[in-house]
């Protein structure tokens, strides 16, 4: 159980447009969704949080207006980078709480966005 | 922000022998907890330990948790060349909320 899925698994682009990453739970309501950036051999940075239903937290730095997320219902979660740079190159990873479980969250297999 | 540093940076050993992965944080935690992550790929929960408990148990792996150190490390036993992989701490606030932090990862190499 506690499936988290992402899709695409890999997405090249060209400079200027717009992409779409879902995270999708599996077989579990997720209450909160989270996005986490992560460029080569470096760790996970939080981009946000996003809870179902309402607006997402972002962390400090991160434009919300640049990447919109919208966690409409509680087994899906969109992350959209707009106006795509070439430095927004990196891999993405979302990762999922249960509703109710506060301790652990279920990692999706991320997202690989290359913009040319 | 990353709460966590871990060392080493890189490790590599030979399999069967034992690898040691340290991390510190710097604020108080609810708990904290390893993940380990393939080359490229999503990131899979191993083990986490409240911050009222010393040491936890999980088949090959055993962590430590020292909170006045603000200290954890990570032992895998008698390792195999498929423990190849990155492998992260990530530490949970104290007063609920579910956010993570994540430390900046050892990589480790088990060659036969």
């Known amino acids: 159980g506690a499936v988290v899925s992402q899709h695409p698994s890999r997405v090249i682009c060209k400079s200027g447009t717009s992409v779409k990453i879902e995270c999708r739970s599996l077989?579990?309501?997720?209450?909160?969704m989270f996005w986490y950036r992560q460029f080569p051999k470096q760790s996970l940075m939080l981009m946000a949080t996003?809870?179902?239903?309402?607006?997402?937290?972002?962390e400090q730095g991160v434009e919300k207006d640049k990447f919109l997320i919208n966690h409409a219902s509680l087994t899906l979660s969109t992350l959209t980078v707009t106006s795509a740079h070439p430095e927004d190159s990196s891999f993405y990873i979302c990762?999922?709480?249960?509703?109710?479980?506060?301790?652990?969250?279920?990692f999706g297999p991320g997202t690989r966005l290359l913009v040319l | 922000s990353q709460q966590g540093e871990e060392d080493p940076q890189a490790l590599s050993i030979q399999e069967g022998e034992n690898a040691t992965m340290n991390c510190s944080y710097k604020?108080?935690?609810?708990?904290l907890q390893w993940y380990r992550q393939n080359s490229g790929r999503g990131l899979v929960h191993l083990i986490l330990?409240?911050?009222?408990?010393r040491e936890k148990h999980s088949g090959r792996l055993r962590v430590t948790l020292d909170t006045s150190k603000k200290s954890s490390s990570l032992l895998i036993t008698a390792s195999r060349a498929a423990d190849t992989a990155s492998y992260f701490c990530?530490?949970?606030?104290?007063?609920?909320?579910?956010?993570?932090?994540f430390g900046t990862g050892t990589q480790l190499k088990v060659e036969l």
């Open positions: 996003s809870n179902e239903g309402s607006k997402a937290t972002y």
């Open positions: 604020t108080s935690i609810n708990n």
């Open positions: 077989d579990f309501q997720a209450t909160t």
């Open positions: 330990i409240r911050s009222n408990e």
């Open positions: 990530a530490t949970r606030p104290p007063g609920g909320g579910n956010k993570l932090t």
């Open positions: 990762s999922a709480s249960q509703r109710g479980g506060q301790e652990t969250q279920y």
